[in-house]
C-alpha cells in the first residue's frame, strides 16, 4: 500500500509541478511564421538561457547552431514543461513561440 501510496505522489509531482499547459501535439510551424534566429532567438536565450549556459560544463546555447544540436532536449525541458529556465520564468506565450520557433528548425 505504501508503494501505490509513493508512486501516485511522485506521478502526480512531476506531471503537475512540471507542466506548462503546451502539450507536443500543439506544436506546429505555422506557415506565416517570421521567428528567426535575430528577431527571436538570440534575444530569448540571451535574456533566459545563457547565465547558465554559456559554459562548456551544460549544453552550451550560444549560437545557432548549438542551439538546433540541443532542440529535442530544449523542447522538453523549456516548451512541454517548466524545467527551465531555472532562474527565471516564462510565460506560456513564451514558451509557445519558443516551440513554435523550434519546431520551425530554428531559422
Same mark, same amino acid.
Given at each position: 500500500?505504501? =508503494?501505490?501510496?509513493?508512486?501516485?505522489?511522485?506521478?502526480?509531482?512531476?506531471?503537475?509541478?512540471?507542466?506548462?499547459?503546451?502539450?507536443?501535439?500543439?506544436? @506546429? #510551424?505555422?506557415?506565416? @511564421?517570421?521567428?528567426?534566429?535575430?528577431?527571436?532567438?538570440?534575444?530569448?536565450?540571451?535574456?533566459?538561457?545563457? =547565465? #547558465?549556459?554559456?559554459?562548456?560544463?551544460?549544453?552550451?546555447?550560444?549560437?545557432?547552431?548549438?542551439?538546433?544540436?540541443?532542440?529535442? =532536449?530544449?523542447?522538453?525541458?523549456?516548451?512541454?514543461?517548466?524545467?527551465?529556465?531555472?532562474?527565471? @520564468?516564462? @510565460?506560456?506565450?513564451?514558451?509557445?513561440?519558443?516551440?513554435?520557433?523550434?519546431? #520551425?528548425?530554428?531559422?
Amino acid at each position: 500500500m505504501r =508503494s501505490i501510496a509513493i508512486v501516485l505522489a511522485v506521478s502526480f509531482g512531476c506531471t503537475n509541478s512540471s507542466s506548462s499547459g503546451i502539450t507536443a501535439a500543439e506544436l @506546429s #510551424c505555422p506557415p506565416d @511564421s517570421t521567428l528567426t534566429y535575430e528577431n527571436f532567438g538570440k534575444s530569448f536565450f540571451a535574456d533566459n538561457c545563457l =547565465s #547558465c549556459h554559456a559554459t562548456r560544463d551544460r549544453p552550451t546555447l550560444t549560437s545557432a547552431a548549438n542551439i538546433v544540436a540541443n532542440k529535442q =532536449s530544449i523542447i522538453s525541458a523549456a516548451v512541454l514543461s517548466t524545467k527551465m529556465p531555472q532562474r527565471t @520564468s516564462l @510565460s506560456t506565450d513564451e514558451r509557445s513561440l519558443l516551440g513554435e520557433w523550434l519546431t #520551425c528548425g530554428a531559422p
